[in-house]
T-cell receptor, first 116, second 110 residues
Framework: GAVVSQHPSWVICKSGTSVKIECRSLDFQATTMFWYRQFPKQSLMLMATSNEGSKATYEQGVEKDKFLINHASLTLSTLTVTSAHPEDSSFYIC????????????FGPGTRLLVL | QKEVEQDPGPLSVPEGAIVSLNCTYSNSAFQYFMWYRQYSRKGPELLMYTYSSGNKEDGRFTAQVDKSSKYISLFIRDSQPSDSATYLCAMRAESEKLVFGKGTKLTVNP
């Protein structure tokens, strides 16, 4: 099956610093990647949809200047949390959609962010 | 009313039991229905995908969709301790984003 990786798997940073999370599709090309956030005991909430070569589409309430998304190639998307604050601490998960399988998304293992 | 409702549990069953997991939804435009399994501190893994109403079976797993009642189910037969995880339902309308339930935490006791 399609494999999606994320790096790092966890990160601890100081308040005010920026953190970059990478999402890669390892064995397929992903024209569309998605970024989700999941707080404890809560569901996955879509933050933004990223199409290769174009600007990401952000969900309502998600600050695009704070959560920078770059989808430079068909196998890589990055999420940068700028000027992170403790309330940004969460589990960030990316997913990728195979161009030939529009109905399914394959998820990465997630990145746990803790902002001190 | 939330778009997707899912009882968070927790649900605890003995090994070998039949497990029934359910979600209800309010948006009649939803056409694509999925079940994901998520182990602790891991990303969700797609288990079942169903389009529109009907049943779909894959090994020990059966997914049912009843669009008239806006109700979907996942049945796990002969449950195993390795099935212990959080099960998320997800659904979407045509060309729309996936909407997830909160997930039901399942523990299968040996």
């Amino acid at each position: 099956g399609a494999v999606v990786s994320q790096h790092p798997s966890w990160v601890i940073c100081k308040s005010g610093t920026s953190v970059k999370i990478e999402c890669r599709s390892l064995d397929f090309q992903a024209t569309t990647m998605f970024w989700y956030r999941q707080f404890p005991k809560q569901s996955l909430m879509l933050m933004a949809t990223s199409n290769e070569g174009s600007k990401a589409t952000y969900e309502q309430g998600v600050e695009k200047d704070k959560f920078l998304i770059n989808h430079a190639s068909l196998t890589l998307s990055t999420l940068t949390v700028t000027s992170a604050h403790p309330e940004d601490s969460s589990f960030y998960i990316c997913s990728a959609r195979v161009a030939s399988e529009q109905e399914t998304q394959y998820f990465g293992p997630g990145t746990r962010l803790l902002v001190l | 009313q939330k778009e997707v409702e899912q009882d968070p549990g927790p649900l605890s069953v003995p090994e070998g039991a039949i497990v029934s997991l359910n979600c209800t939804y309010s948006n009649s435009a939803f056409q694509y229905f999925m079940w994901y399994r998520q182990y602790s501190r891991k990303g969700p893994e797609l288990l079942m995908y169903t389009y529109s109403s009907g049943n779909k079976e894959d090994g020990r797993f059966t997914a049912q969709v009843d669009k008239s009642s806006k109700y979907i189910s996942l049945f796990i037969r002969d449950s195993q301790p390795s099935d212990s995880a959080t099960y998320l339902c997800a659904m979407r309308a045509e060309s729309e984003k996936l909407v997830f339930g909160k997930g039901t935490k399942l523990t299968v006791n040996p």
